[in-house]
């Protein structure tokens, strides 16, 4: 297995299944040593810089909760107030983070400004989120598969939601595990799936046995799903009118997943979700709160799944 020093994460399309094992492994015994209280300061004296240029709740509590953990110093830069917004350029705020912190994560737009990032810095970048992928989301997603369902093979995931950074990420995680993603959606949204995370994807589950299918038909999508993946419906999407939004949640509407849905999927399997939530749109008060939901347990598996990848990029760990 390749070392995972001071490499970048900024799509899974970058690491293997191995690897990511690995992140998950590594994972649970942090996530057993915080229970335990015992102390897991892999990275006392380093810092990471963190910039969010969307909102954010859990990817930020959740790094910042965990870099205390770590030992490691979090510094939050609001972009609003870095010379970034008055014109600096890409390139010289890079050079400049690589100068004081050992890593950087940032939440953007388009995958293609982590990429910028990660091409003139030395240290490690993670992706935390952009319009294209949500790569730590999908860390935190497997781990708590492996925890609910007790496995990671032979699974039908239904995917219930926008065709954005979530549909993505799950498509390249199912295609790297072998499992079959079925995506429920309006016909006229299939279009908009990454094409490098598609090629990707046709791609790897060749090798794997996977499979990735488009439907318009929800029954058909969720019927015996192990696990059933509730997305929001409107993403924080940049240039989008309210106008727009009120008219692509209209679409999406006949694709709650409500408890009649949800009776379709296996008896034994779960709902997730990444949230924050739209209870009402996307998802029913019943489903999110019901028995088959764990979405708070998964919350929680963000910091233990960025502990694992931090202590990992930055040499805390071998
Ligand atoms: N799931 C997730 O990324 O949540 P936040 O937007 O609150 O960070
Ligand atoms: N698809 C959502 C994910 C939020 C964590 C968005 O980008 O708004």
Redesign the pocket.
Known sequence: MKSFKNRDFLTLMDYSQDEILRIIDLSDELKEKRVNGESHAYLQGKTVAMIFEK??????LSFQAGAAHLGLQAFYMDPSTMQISRGESLMDTAKTIDRYADALVIRTHEQAIVNDFAKYMDRPVINA?TNES?PC?LLADIQHVREKMGRLKNLKIGYVGDVWNMAHSWGIVSSIFGWDMMYALPKKYEHLFWPRAKEFIEKTNKETGGSFTMTQNLKEAITDADVVVGITFVSMTRGATEEDMKKKLAEFMPYQINTEVMSWAKDDGIFMH???AHRGEEVTNEVIDGPQSFVFDQAENRMHTEKALMALLLGGIE
């Open positions: 909102h954010s709740t859990r990817t930020r989120l949500h989301q990444c949230l924050p």
